[in-house]
């Protein structure tokens, strides 16, 4: 029942270099896109989060763009750092105004930046 | 404490036994919820408490999974006669208000079934 699709598995960037993470989903009731960010041994940690009313939101060198027609989005890090060396998940949450804001997570992005 | 706590960290159990993981919510957080994330994977959703109420179990996989949340504070996610499928990483997920989209994670408790 894989509703949020993500690629790649795994990248591999340069120190410096622009890391871009892509997600699709299918279901329109979608309405919240969170990104979280998980070092081994560690729980994810919400990174940064975008509403379908928006096309792009910046949080330092985090970006994300969504493209509400597409129902894709995706994960830009400028200028990559070996600490950003994490798993990365998309995320989204159905009916996000509901009882129940349940994160229905993406497979997952293993990103190594070599310095 | 500053974020969710999770115990034990890591449990092995053998086959057939029944385990107890236990989460501390960030303190007044009213939203409590468990995952399951296998080696490699994405978390999956297994169940969220609102406070004490259980209002979403739709992700337990069967009928041997149980979690409780008494008080509406710690939550025990409850495994019987386990098996090797249950091995996963068990995540534990608080938020501050119903219908806030950032949860707080714990560093989870590792379960491995021999």
């Known amino acids: 029942q894989q509703q949020v699709k993500q690629s790649p598995q795994s990248l591999i960037v340069q120190k410096g270099g622009i890391s871009i993470i892509n997600c699709a989903y299918e279901n329109t009731a979608f309405d919240y896109f969170p990104w979280y960010q998980q070092f081994p041994g560690k729980g994810p940690a919400l990174l940064i989060a975008i509403r379908p009313d928006v096309s792009e939101k910046k949080e330092g060198r985090f970006t994300i763009s969504f493209n509400k027609s597409a129902k894709q989005f995706s994960l830009h890090i400028m200028d990559s750092q070996p600490g950003d060396s994490a798993t990365y998940f998309c995320a989204a949450i159905p009916d996000h105004s509901g009882a129940t804001n349940k994160l229905i997570f993406g497979t997952g992005t293993l990103l190594a930046v070599q310095p | 404490g500053a974020g969710v706590s999770q115990s034990p960290r890591y449990k092995v159990a053998k086959r057939g036994q029944d385990v107890a993981l236990r989460c501390d919510p960030i303190?007044?957080?009213?939203?409590l919820f468990w995952y399951q994330q296998a080696l490699g994977q994405g978390p999956e959703f297994l169940t969220y408490?609102?406070?004490?109420?259980?209002?979403?179990k739709s992700g337990l996989p069967s009928d041997r999974f149980f979690a409780e949340r008494p008080e509406g504070s710690v939550s025990t996610l409850k495994i019987q006669r386990t098996q090797q499928e249950d091995s996963a990483v068990y995540l534990c997920a608080s938020s501050e208000r119903v219908q806030s989209g950032t949860l707080h994670f714990g560093n989870g408790t590792r379960l491995t079934v021999t």
């Open positions: 303190s007044g957080h009213v939203s």
């Open positions: 408490f609102q406070n004490e109420a259980q209002l979403d």
